[in-house]
């Protein structure tokens, strides 16, 4: 989110934990763990929108939860702004907003694979917390690589759609997801 525009990777790792700090400080001397001047530049120029961003993605994501929350087709969301979800309470208090960031059961690879194809206002990419709204199939992108019973331990199911909500007008974003949908 802090770049915001899909154009630069870069982040950090935050540690209580002394033996895992000397971890980090050894790799960051090791490997030069320091972005380069354009990359910081592309960093710096998202920060000046950032909170405009951040309301614009808030807001998506809530409604767009919502939305597939009561879809017939989801089997289930996962987005820690609705009052559903395990984690909501404690994201509550430690979250001012819920982010543009959630997932959706569709029940089989199939169904997953026909709706994220079917998209016309989500592009189909691996990226994240950029102003256009993306989606993906995680069993078949990100972690195809990973074998299934590993998948499902972590909770990725072959029907498990991701989606990173954009700044795009929320209602042409919920009539994507919704003729999508039909297709499945």
């Known amino acids: 989110y802090l770049n915001g525009h899909s154009d630069v990777v870069g982040g950090m790792v935050v540690t209580s934990n002394d033996e895992v700090a000397e971890e980090l400080r050894f790799m960051q001397k090791a490997t030069g763990g320091v972005p380069g001047p354009v990359d910081c530049w592309l960093v710096l120029r998202g920060t000046k929108t950032l909170p405009v961003r951040m309301e614009a993605h808030n807001r998506n994501g809530r409604r767009i939860a919502g939305f597939l929350a ?5 089997e289930q969301v ?7 979800h395990p984690q ?6 430690q979250m001012s907003g819920f982010t543009g960031m959630l997932s959706m059961e569709l029940g089989s690879a199939e169904r997953a694979k026909r709706v994220v194809e079917s998209t016309r206002v989500f592009a ?11 989606i993906g199939h995680p069993a078949l992108q990100t972690h195809a690589a990973v074998a299934p019973e590993r998948r499902a331990a972590m909770g990725i199911t072959d029907g498990l759609v991701r989606l990173s909500v954009g700044i795009e007008d929320v209602d042409d974003l919920m009539e994507d997801l919704d003729e999508a949908l039909a297709s499945a």
Do not use: D, I, T
Not at 70 to 74: D, G, R
Not at 124 to 134: D, F, K, M, N
């Open 124 to 134: 189909l990419a691996e990226s994240l917390g950029g102003v256009e709204s993306l």
């Open 70 to 74: 009561e879809h017939p087709k989801v």
């Open 78 to 84: 996962h987005y820690p702004g609705l009052e559903s």
């Open 88 to 93: 909501h309470e404690l994201a509550a208090r």
